[in-house]
């Protein structure tokens, strides 16, 4: 009997430290520190290969790394091991549509929001607004983005779990694709998000990013401050703000940023070819040639 309970009890504790190292990958994924995400997802993968759920978010990593090919064949793998998952559906629909077979993506969107409010299923209000968010976001951008349709979507997430501060970052953000030159709508989204989410470094970077654009590079910093102070690990934030410093001028601010963004996105390559292109921005010729040269070595 004894046996019995330590077995149950070592159980219980690896599916506990399986749940938060998904849950740690997911949250690099969001500041883009993918490569030691992709590290946390394969080792996760390893222990549970059929684990749909897992490869739809090793999934999410690619497609915010612009990895597409990649994307597709983890929410196919998704798809394969959990089809009643609707999440994986709307992963590939977000591929197909970003690749221009709009009609094919509808057809995997549309099984989405079916797998997601299947009564058997008996999903969550919560994850059914998470599936019809990912819809809103594989239609509203790109070449073909439709953000007026994508909005309908996010707006029935929104009504499905009213409190995601998730929703509302998607909606500013497709309020900004559908009309880059108005701020307004975006910033009340990103400051709803913030009121939901106080802790969190991505609605207060999304605000940053408003500045920015508004070239208020003082406002923007400070904000990009914000949020690497409600998580200093937000690699986003550092971007941000060494942009803004490179926009002020103020080079050595921006390269010292900058290097703590390559440094979190450590042996990703798409990191260092922002580093490399940021290097010759503030007319580091030399280390911008070594670190290309440094990556064609590696590649």
């Known amino acids: 009997m004894k046996n019995i309970g330590s077995l149950f009890l070592a159980l219980l504790l690896s599916s506990g430290s399986q749940a938060q190292s998904l849950t740690e990958a997911i949250g690099m ?26 490869w739809f978010y090793y999934g999410e990593n690619f497609y915010y790394n612009d990895q597409l090919d990649s994307a597709e064949m983890c929410y196919r793998r998704g798809i394969e091991f959990n089809p009643r998952n609707p999440l994986s559906y709307a992963g590939l629909g977000k591929i197909l549509w970003s690749k221009g077979a709009k009609a094919e993506a509808q057809v995997q969107f549309q099984q989405a929001i079916t797998a997601a409010t299947d009564r058997e299923s ?8 998470q599936t019809q968010r990912e819809v809103a976001e594989g239609m509203a951008f790109g070449p073909e ?19 995601d501060p998730e929703s509302y970052i998607m ?45 208020n590079y003082e406002a923007a910093i400070s904000e990009y ?15 941000g703000r060494a942009e803004s ?33 940021f290097l010759y921005l503030v007319k580091s010729y030399k ?13």
Do not use: C
């Open 29 to 54: 994924t969001n500041g883009e520190r993918f490569a030691p995400a992709a590290l946390v997802f394969r080792g996760l993968l390893a222990a549970s290969p059929k684990d749909g759920e897992t």
């Open 122 to 129: 008996k999903f969550s209000k919560k994850l059914q607004a």
């Open 145 to 163: 983005g439709e953000p007026i349709k994508a909005m309908a979507h996010i707006d029935q997430a929104l009504l499905l779990d009213p409190n």
């Open 171 to 215: 909606k500013g953000d497709i309020q900004l694709e559908a009309n880059p030159s108005d701020a307004t709508g975006p910033l009340v989204n990103y400051k709803r998000a913030i009121d939901m989410a106080p802790s969190s470094a991505r609605p207060v970077a999304k605000k940053a990013l408003m500045y920015h654009r508004a070239v």
């Open 225 to 239: 401050t914000k949020a690497i102070g409600l998580d200093p690990a937000f690699a986003p934030a550092y971007r």
């Open 245 to 277: 410093f490179f926009m002020s001028r103020k080079y050595d601010l921006a390269t010292a940023d900058y290097n703590t963004y390559l440094a979190l996105n450590k042996g990703d390559q798409s990191a260092r070819v922002r580093y490399a292109q």
């Open 287 to 299: 280390e911008s040639l070594a670190l290309i040269r440094g990556w064609s070595r590696k590649a």
